[in-house]
């Protein structure tokens, strides 16, 4: 099966994307070489075929920065990474919209409390920008941290969820 490539206008910038079917396999705010590194081997050698929008992503995501926050919690995601980083990742995308979290609360959430600095790794490595809200994780006491896009990218996001 054929993958599929697409690149939304953004409030952010382009955000590109590729997937699946229904399966969003990757999201971010730089380039399409990135995104596609970002794949895993086997989803690599696939055919890619780039596409005005996917199916029900491209407009869950559009839902999203049109003001319903919650929409993009209906989109399927799949990226490779190491055991602890997979349970990150599934932490982070059960992170309401409008809320924050310390990387040390995503280390627990993920099983291992004292792995906080691995929680900012997952964060960093996590391929699928937006989709899995690596942008509402912060340091303890709430200062923003960082984010691969700039903080004035995660800054915006939060303020679009109402977390800030």
Same mark, same amino acid.
């Given at each position: 099966?054929t993958?599929l =490539?697409t690149?939304?206008?953004?409030?952010? %910038?382009? =955000?590109?994307?590729?997937?699946?079917?229904?399966?969003?396999?990757?999201?971010?705010?730089?380039?399409?070489?990135a995104?596609?590194?970002?794949?895993? !081997?086997?989803?690599?050698?696939?055919?890619?075929?780039?596409?005005?929008?996917?199916p029900v992503?491209?407009?869950?995501?559009?839902?999203?920065?049109? %003001?319903?926050?919650?929409?993009?919690?209906?989109?399927?995601v799949r990226?490779?990474g190491?055991h602890?980083?997979?349970a990150?990742?599934?932490?982070?995308?059960?992170?309401?919209?409008?809320?924050?979290?310390?990387?040390?609360?995503?280390?627990?959430?993920?099983?291992?409390? !004292?792995?906080v600095r691995?929680?900012?790794? !997952?964060?960093?490595k996590?391929?699928?920008?937006?989709?899995?809200?690596?942008?509402?994780?912060?340091?303890?006491?709430?200062?923003?941290?960082?984010?691969?896009? %700039?903080?004035?990218?995660?800054?915006?996001? =939060? *303020? *679009?969820?109402?977390?800030?």
């Open positions: 099966m993958l =490539l690149t939304l206008s953004t409030p952010l %910038g382009n =955000l590109n994307l590729i997937a699946d079917e229904h399966i969003l396999l990757g999201a971010n705010l730089s380039t399409l070489k995104l596609k590194e970002s794949l895993s !081997a086997e989803d690599a050698m696939r055919e890619i075929k780039s596409v005005s929008k996917i992503i491209t407009d869950l995501i559009n839902d999203y920065f049109d %003001g319903d926050i919650s929409a993009i919690n209906a989109i399927q990226q490779p190491a602890f980083s997979q990150a990742w599934k932490a982070m995308k059960k992170v309401k919209a409008g809320s924050v979290i310390s990387y040390g609360e995503l280390a627990e959430r993920a099983g291992s409390p !004292a792995a691995a929680a900012g790794s !997952a964060c960093a996590n391929a699928i920008v937006l989709v899995v809200p690596c942008h509402r994780i912060v340091k303890t006491g709430g200062a923003l941290g960082n984010y691969a896009y %700039g903080l004035n990218k995660k800054e915006w996001l =939060l *303020h *679009h969820e109402g977390a800030l």
